[in-house]
């Protein structure tokens, strides 16, 4: 499995970006996607998350009401809609898909950088 996310960008505070990914490979093994985020000097943290089957989503309390997640399977696709941003959201936000199995396999996108200044 490949991800490549986009999307990214400089915005100021209160505005909206929409991130995206875009899956390849075994995509229909997919369990579940996600968005982590790492700001500089911070541990990566989840930020939402999404089961493939169902749709089911979780997401970090910070950002709840503020982004929203969604898939689009027809298209190996994945979205984050971020509206609200404020400058602690500013970090690289990394695209995640993991394979349920005997050995769980998780896959990573290079990121794509948010900035959001104040």
């Known amino acids: 499995v490949q991800l490549v996310e986009s999307g990214g960008g400089l915005v100021q505070a209160g505005g909206s970006l929409r991130l995206s990914c875009a899956a390849s490979g075994s995509t229909f093994s997919i369990n579940a996607m996600g968005w982590y985020r790492q700001a500089p000097g911070k541990q990566r943290e989840l930020v939402a998350s999404i089961i493939s089957n169902g749709g089911s989503t979780n997401y970090k309390d910070s950002v709840k009401g503020r982004f929203t997640i969604s898939r689009d399977n027809a298209k190996n696709m994945m979205y984050l809609q971020m509206n609200s941003l404020q400058p602690e959201d500013t970090a690289v936000y990394y695209c995640?898909?993991?394979?349920?199995?005997?050995?769980?396999?998780?896959?990573w996108g290079k990121g794509t950088l948010v900035t959001v200044s104040s």
């Open positions: 995640h898909a993991v394979i349920i199995g005997p050995i769980p396999l998780d896959y």
